[in-house]
């Protein structure tokens, strides 16, 4: 809010920032911050456990915690803060830390010739993402089918060892492939949507 290099980019008029103390405007670390908190939020819609109101994907209560833990470990930390600000790393070495990524879960967006679609005309973006937590809350319920982990059953439990562990190799990389495509994809399409709109103004 009163940041004058942005401020013809936003649709309305913020009348009193000219007003304003420079020490109240937003500072760029902030507008950081809820940028990367849009982005969180949005690839959270992805994440199966997120979307399935069974205790069974509670944090503490089956797969959630350790499907986290091994993406975590999967990813590894070459994108955490320390990473990122306690040494030189340039813009090419980034992008190709996060190819190399991608290659962890078979991810291959370069291969495609368009491939950040918009939101659908009838759609907004609470809506998309009202749909997009209806396909994690699938996919919870194929990790976790409700013929043997009722929803309705409050003492259901899927275990990650049972669901998700040895004999069940090729559900976790679907799941892998599938949660991350769609995280970063639908992050994608979220700020391309926005992109669009500011840059429409």
């Not at 401020?7 to 760029?28: K, N, S």
């Not at 194929?142 to 069940?168: C, H, K, M, S, W």
């Not at 892998?176 to 970063?184: F, K, Y």
Request: with cysteine.
């Amino acid at each position: 809010m009163g940041d004058n290099r942005i401020d013809h980019l936003i649709p309305g008029d913020i009348r009193f920032a000219q007003y304003m103390d420079p020490a109240l405007r937003t500072r760029e670390e902030a507008a950081a911050m809820y940028c990367f908190m849009l982005s969180h939020f949005v690839a959270d819609l992805s994440m199966p456990c997120h979307c399935d109101g069974r205790r069974l994907s509670g944090y503490e209560a089956g797969p959630h915690k350790e499907l986290e833990g091994h993406w975590s470990r999967k990813v590894g930390t070459g994108f955490g803060k320390e990473a990122l600000t306690g040494k030189q790393i340039d813009s090419d070495q980034l992008l190709q830390q996060a190819r190399d990524t991608d290659d962890k879960f078979d991810l291959h967006f370069d291969r495609v010739p368009s491939p950040i679609p918009g939101l659908r005309r009838e759609h907004d973006a609470w809506l998309e993402a009202i749909y997009l937590c209806r396909a994690s809350f699938a996919i919870a319920s194929i990790v976790a089918p409700y013929q043997t982990y009722a929803y309705d059953d409050p003492r259901a439990r899927a275990p990650f060892d049972a669901v998700l562990g040895e004999g069940n190799e090729s559900t976790l990389a679907a799941v892998d492939q599938t949660a991350m495509h769609d995280a970063v994809l639908n992050t994608a399409i979220f700020w391309k949507d926005i992109w669009n709109k500011v840059s429409a103004e």
